[in-house]
């Protein structure tokens, strides 16, 4: 399976939401569609899986133009937010119901659905209806309904949004596991950047109708090409050039051509060594302990820089240290 | 555990609830819960006051009773199915079609709330009576007398409240639902099938009971379009005005009550299963192209709503007649002085319903107000009490005024005033007036009541700056609520009325029995003119408060 998004566009009562948004993804890929509320990530995912009408562009699904083609005969497993189980249909008859429509065999019916229910780890609660469920539960749930209709793609609209965090880290995991043994092509859509860097082969971060990067999660963590992406997917230190070629002038080299104001430099938190020295021109502002690590408010030659270092590290606030950077990347303002 | 809980019970003042309940406790008591025990005990003793049930044994005595008991059964369900049937279509064509014009069938929807059966039934007769409107113009012999008369008025008049019932469970089945079944190839007919009408299960049930219930102790329709095929309404009336059977009506009343009341607590039921549901919001569902679906939508939703309008235009060509139906001239009389008794009825009815929903509307804040303080072994019941006069017909609660209060200490200046009226209608229509009023004070946040509380404030102050700007939308749709029903009800007054208190509605009835059919519909365009104004006010003034104060 392999699916190519090609200029996507769309706008509602004429305000843009997607613009000429592109991307593929390859067999047993896991995509995720990253970027802020509003960035047009759902209405993607919507226009992919049939629901919605895109205003141009083409979807090709291998090799054949499904663009036109309606929801129904796509063959997409969509599982979303929250709720999305039919609340008057147990467990099994939701799991089933793809097989349903499809009039295969009871027999063939009991037997599969027993299968996607022991995939999920439900088989007990086939019985039960959706609300005697867990966020947690209703979400294994649809994601066996989904995978029940066989589907060629698995379409995953902020599946954990709705759960507690220790569930969210756990179903993670599931998806995750499951997909992979599985070998289905999968889309997600998330605000959530821990959870696409976790999850994702290949993250295609987007904003404002536009994708601003594609990328493996440590392609877009380690080398962010533009600003926003630096800023949305980890902490970003952004430092100017002039303040680079005063402060750091080994990183000028590897500096694309271009006007001081086009470029800045990304240092990651961890980028930064931070050493005492009584000479230093850093000053702790703060310290925040998290246990292994700590991060700090730096004060840096009337900047402020976030630097994160082992949580054992004697340094304490008001402290004066040297700093310098072992790595760092140069993104587009 | 308690320690956290009981700061609160603290903090929210109690000793205003019981100051709050016990006027419209007394007002339940004395104008509802009483004159329907005296129908009850008076279905159960003879002319002596000794208890017998020999009241129930003379139901067989007189063959037309148990045939009219068949008539009303059959009318029921006959309308009963019909009105689901239209009202479904209806409910559909307005939220999962993408039918142009939907302000016309919402329009259309409205008349029969502004006209009572009554009028239906008068229209009905004037359209297609044996010298109706079809026949004086085409020649064909029509007469609309009888079942098929009473199943189309009736039909026409429940239909609005189905959609309305239908129409709120549509709007809560989230769209969602409809994208899962899409996407795992569920054709639209297999949506349908899987996705609305399970949600709609409870709401249909409700809707069905309601229209049962409504259709079996309607008196309005029954007098006009019934003809020779009597039905229960019609016996009451005859036992308590024609032969002045006091205890055979209020035997008869208690065999209407018994399925209505079982009807109502099903429909209650219903109600509660339904409302169990999720009910968080979502995408808003825009229904799909589907050609053939929107025109058999269409199709059906003209066939429904085409009549309401020839019905309601007929009374309304009629009141502009010389003298229907044989001098068709055009004219203004029947307005500016051919009503028999002029203006006099249709003020007396204004007054009426100004009274009924200006002291219902108060009681019913006061009722609510003080069912969110009360502890839940006083709520319960009284909730229960409130939403009783639901499931009574309202020929029952105006017998039971006669029995009550045409002897005894109200007797003199009670019975027989506009007073009566009002109360009788006010207490008919208190159960929809006090749901409306509780569902809105739902919307006052607790942290808002006891931040009054905490500044000091006493009950005054809680109601009036925390309760009251949540409630005010709901306290003036429950006002015209009343004000409107009092307005067009008849089967609850039409014992009450006096020589000297004249209603618009019994009015139109009066006229229409002796065949002044013109002047009838002239009262009858009155009543529906007064409600469309008052239903027009009621949007103003919901509108303007949107605008203005942020919480409606």
Same mark, same amino acid.
């Not at chain 2, 009963?80 to 939907?102: I, N, Q, V, W, Y």
């Given at each position: ?11 509602w ?87 349903r ?20 780890g ?22 066996a ?14 599946? &954990?949004?709705?759960? !507690?965090?220790? *569930?969210? @880290?756990?179903? #993670? =995991? $599931? ?34 109708g ?5 990328g ?20 970003a ?27 800045e430099?990304? &240092?990651?938190?961890? !980028?930064?060594? *931070?050493? @005492?020295?009584? #000479? =230093? $021109? ?7 302990f ?10 840096w ?33 | ?40 005990w ?112 009736n ?41 609305t009408?399970?949600?709609l299960?409870?709401a249909l ?18 007098v006009v ?15 308590v005005?024609?032969?002045l ?5 209020a ?34 569902l ?81 009722l ?155 009262y ?8 469309a ?20």
């Amino acid at each position: 399976m392999h699916l190519r998004i090609d200029d996507i566009g769309k706008a509602w009562s004429g305000h843009t939401v997607l613009d000429g948004v592109s991307f593929h993804a390859g067999e047993s890929d896991f995509v995720c569609l990253l970027g802020p509320s509003g960035c047009g990530k759902t209405t993607l995912l919507r226009i992919v899986a049939g629901l919605t009408a895109p205003d141009r562009g083409r979807i090709v699904l291998d090799g054949r133009d499904i663009t036109a083609l309606p929801a129904r005969e796509r063959r997409m497993g969509l599982v979303f937010q929250s709720y999305s189980l039919f609340p008057d249909m147990t467990v099994a008859a939701n799991v089933s119901y793809p097989m349903r429509l499809r009039g295969e065999s009871p027999a063939a019916i009991a037997t599969h659905t027993g299968q996607w229910l022991e995939r999920v780890g439900l088989g007990a609660l086939a019985a039960r209806f959706p609300d005697q469920l867990s966020g947690g539960q209703q979400q294994r749930v649809a994601l066996a309904r989904a995978l029940a209709a066989n589907p060629s793609m698995l379409l995953l609209d902020e599946p &954990l949004s709705a759960l !507690d965090p220790a *569930i969210r @880290a756990q179903l #993670r =995991g $599931e998806i995750r596991a499951l997909q992979r043994s599985l070998g289905i092509p999968t889309i997600m859509v998330t605000h959530d950047q821990d959870e696409a860097l976790a999850m994702a082969d290949t993250i295609v971060c987007m904003n404002q109708g536009r994708v601003e990067q594609i990328g493996t999660p440590r392609c877009l963590y380690e080398r962010p090409r533009s600003r926003f992406v630096a800023d949305f997917i980890g902490h970003a230190n952004l430092l100017p050039t002039p303040f680079v070629r005063e402060t750091l002038p080994a990183f000028l080299e590897r500096r694309p051509p271009g006007a001081d104001a086009t470029f800045e430099l990304c &240092l990651r938190p961890e !980028d930064l060594v *931070i050493e @005492a020295d009584p #000479r =230093g $021109e850093g000053v702790i502002e703060d310290i925040t302990f998290l246990g292994n690590l700590a991060r700090a408010n730096i004060a840096w030659r009337g900047r402020r820089v976030l630097a994160e270092f082992p949580g054992r590290s004697p340094l304490v606030c008001g402290e004066a240290v040297s700093i310098d950077a072992v790595r760092g990347a140069w993104v587009s303002t | 555990m308690s320690s956290i809980v009981a700061p609160r019970a603290v903090a929210r003042p109690r000793f205003g609830a019981g100051l709050l309940l016990a006027l419209p406790l007394l007002g339940l008591l004395l104008f509802f819960v009483h004159p329907l025990l005296t129908v009850l005990w008076r279905s159960v003793t003879d002319a002596h006051g000794a208890f017998t049930f020999a009241n129930y044994g003379r139901l067989f005595d007189d063959p037309g009773l148990p045939r009219a008991a068949l008539h009303s059964l059959s009318i029921g369900v006959a309308t009963t199915f019909t009105t689901m049937a239209f009202g479904l279509c209806l409910a559909m064509a307005l939220h999962r079609s993408r039918l142009p014009g939907k302000f016309l069938i919402r329009g259309a929807l409205l008349l029969p709330m502004l006209a009572p059966s009554l009028v239906l039934g008068l229209g009905l007769v004037c359209l297609l009576g044996r010298n109706g409107l079809v026949h004086r113009l085409t020649g064909m012999p029509t007469d609309i007398y009888g079942f098929w008369g009473l199943l189309i008025a009736n039909t026409l008049y429940g239909l609005p409240q189905v959609v309305i019932i239908v129409s709120a469970a549509l709007e809560r089945t989230p769209a969602r639902h409809y994208d899962a079944a899409e996407s795992m190839g569920a054709t639209p007919w297999r949506q349908f099938i899987d996705v609305t009408v399970p949600r709609l299960r409870f709401a249909l049930l409700a809707a069905a009971f309601l229209v049962f219930t409504e259709t079996l102790t309607d008196f309005g329709s029954a007098v006009v379009v019934g003809g020779s095929y009597r039905v229960l309404a019609m016996e009451i009336y005859s036992e308590v005005v024609g032969q002045l059977d006091f205890a055979m009506g209020a035997t008869l009343g208690v065999v209407l009550l018994a399925p209505a009341l079982l009807s109502v607590w099903l429909g209650r039921l219903a109600k509660r299963r339904q409302d169990s549901g999720d009910a968080s919001p979502g995408r808003a569902l825009i229904p799909a192209r589907h050609a053939v679906r929107d025109a058999a939508l269409g199709t059906i939703a003209a066939l429904a709503l085409v009549p309401v309008v020839a019905v309601v235009g007929t009374v309304a060509y009629v009141s502009v007649v010389k003298l229907w139906p044989y001098d068709r001239t055009l004219t203004l009389a029947n307005y500016t002085g051919g009503m028999p008794d002029g203006y006099g009825p249709v003020a007396t009815s204004l007054g009426v319903s100004l009274l009924a929903a200006v002291v219902g509307v108060v009681m019913i804040f006061a009722l609510a107000a003080g069912l969110r303080r009360a502890s839940p072994r006083i709520a319960r019941p009284l909730q229960v009490l409130a939403s009783l006069p639901a499931a009574v017909p309202g020929m029952v609660l105006g017998l039971g005024y006669v029995l009550t209060f045409n002897h005894g200490a109200l007797s003199g200046w009670f019975y027989g005033s506009a007073a009566i009226v009002a109360a009788c209608s006010l207490y008919h229509y208190h159960a929809q007036a006090f749901l409306t009023m509780q569902t809105g004070m739902r919307q006052v946040p607790d942290a808002l009541e006891d931040a009054v509380a905490s500044f000091g404030g006493d009950t005054r102050h809680v109601l009036r700056d925390a309760v009251l700007p949540f409630a005010m939308p709901a306290a003036i749709s429950a006002f015209f609520y009343l004000f409107m029903r009092s307005l067009v009800t008849l089967s609850g007054v039409i014992f009450l009325v006096t020589p000297g208190l004249g209603l618009a509605s019994v009015a139109v009835m009066r006229l229409d029995e002796n065949g002044f059919l013109a002047q009838a519909a002239a009262y009858a365009m009155c009543v529906v003119v007064a409600g469309a104004l008052a239903l027009g006010l009621m949007r103003l003034l919901l509108h303007v408060l949107k605008d203005r104060r942020h919480v409606a």
